[in-house]
């Protein structure tokens, strides 16, 4: 059986310690065995640990001492399992993005469906840690629309945000973010998708009703 070890090995050997994160895309992932080895090693134990940072703060640290936003953008291209990869990926950008969408409808679908299990929210109604990487990925790809309350709670925050100006919080980057247009574009389906999961009145339903006629008018 493959070890992490074997599989970090074969990420360096590819060149993503030293090439900047932004140019990892034009890497290679090895040949095909070489996939095989490294997924093998990535597929039990942990990627992070919690652990105290300063005198003060605790927080995530990498069990193996890698770049993980380079190796967490190297498991998706080799096709690490969802679980994985949502947990490493962090709060996403156009590098995230792109090799996401490399990987097909399919992988995407699977990506958002473990990204949206995890809840990982600073407040009920705020955009979660994965929230505006799969925003992107549905819009762009297309993607049906799941069946899951934690996806319509970051559309509903990031709609406000985008169409009607709310406040941001810490989670949003101007950088990476959805555009007005594709948002209305599947609006009134987010809308219909929403009522069909009983989203709380409190919550979406208000929020819905408001956006609706500032969008709309």
Known sequence: ???????????RSLGYEETAYENILSLGIGT?????????????????????????????????????????????RIGVSRAKRANV??????????AIMDRGENYAIRFISAAESGN??????????????????????NLPIPESVEYMKDWA??????????????????????EKEEILRRFIEH????ISL???????????FLLSRESFA
């Not at 942990?46 to 640290?61: C, D, H, P, R, T």
């Not at 925050?157 to 959805?178: E, H, P, R, T, W």
Request: aromatic residues 12%; charged residues 25%; glycine residues 8%.
């Open 1 to 11: 059986m493959a070890s992490k070890l074997e599989s970090v090995e074969i990420y």
């Open 32 to 76: 095909k065995e070489e996939q095989g080895i490294a997924r093998e090693g990535l597929k039990s134990g942990e990627w992070v640990q919690i652990k105290q940072l300063s005198e003060n703060s605790y927080g995530f640290a990498p069990v193996i001492d890698v770049d993980l936003r380079s190796f967490a953008v190297f498991a998706v």
């Open 89 to 98: 990926i962090g709060r996403g950008d156009e590098i995230a993005f792109q």
């Open 120 to 141: 990982r929210r600073a407040w009920e109604h705020s955009l979660s840690v994965f929230g505006m990487l799969c925003l992107k990925l549905l819009h762009r790809m």
């Open 157 to 178: 925050a990031a709609s406000s945000v985008i169409l009607l100006g709310a406040k941001k919080d810490y989670l949003f980057d101007d950088s990476f973010m959805l």
């Open 191 to 194: 809308i219909e998708k929403g």
């Open 198 to 208: 009983n989203m709380p009145a409190t919550g979406f339903s208000r929020f819905a």
